[in-house]
């Protein structure tokens, strides 16, 4: 059972209510919302954390090294849970973390990164070595975050044989992510 508040145009508002902690929102007589009894924060899509931002300058990346990548320019943030190129969510739960860093090429191979907690936690694809074209390396996986300690960052390779800068821009060199689903 549950307490159910449904509205109807006949009789507005009414209220039926049981003690399972179940609360339930209907129309008529169909139900559209179920909350279940939790303990803690109950998330709706009001309060969940989304970002995104990108690169407004670039970031350096030595040979053949996975390194953070700077991503200086936000987009939004719903929950202020980015800073300093780094996503560190404070509600516990599951995160889709999506990520683009663009370089131009001249024979070499590159690629990004996820990395939780300063280290990789998933590789991107790693395009096959191209000649004399921008690349888009990219990464997409799906995360659990304690929500408290645990924050993501993008990492950049490439294997020039010196450094090289990363592109810049929103549609270069971004990095977004919201949660998907609590704890």
């Known amino acids: ?9 006949a009789s507005g508002l009414t209220q039926s209510a049981d003690n399972s ?7 008529g007589t169909g139900n559209l919302v179920t909350i279940p009894s939790v303990t803690g924060t109950a998330m709706v899509s009001g309060n969940m954390p989304a970002f995104s931002a990108y690169a407004g300058s670039a970031t350096s990346l030595p040979n053949n ?3 953070k990548v700077n991503f200086d320019t936000e987009e939004f943030d719903t929950n202020s849970n980015f800073a300093s190129s780094r996503f560190t969510p404070t509600v516990a739960g599951y995160y889709q973390i999506n990520a683009v860093v663009a370089m131009s090429l001249s024979s070499f191979s590159n690629g990004v990164a996820v990395a939780k907690n300063g280290s990789v936690y998933k590789y ?3 395009p096959n070595k191209v000649t004399s074209q921008t690349a888009f390396p990219s990464v997409a996986c799906l995360v659990y975050c304690n929500g408290s300690t645990d924050y993501i960052e993008i990492y950049g390779f490439q294997e020039s044989g010196g450094s090289l800068n990363t592109q810049t821009g929103s549609a270069y060199v971004w990095f977004n992510g919201s949660m998907v689903r609590g704890a």
Request: charge should be neutral.
């Open 124 to 126: 991107g694809q790693f």
């Open 1 to 9: 059972m549950a307490s159910i508040i449904t509205a109807t145009v």
């Open 65 to 67: 090294t996975y390194t």
């Open 21 to 27: 902690g179940v609360l339930q929102l209907a129309s």
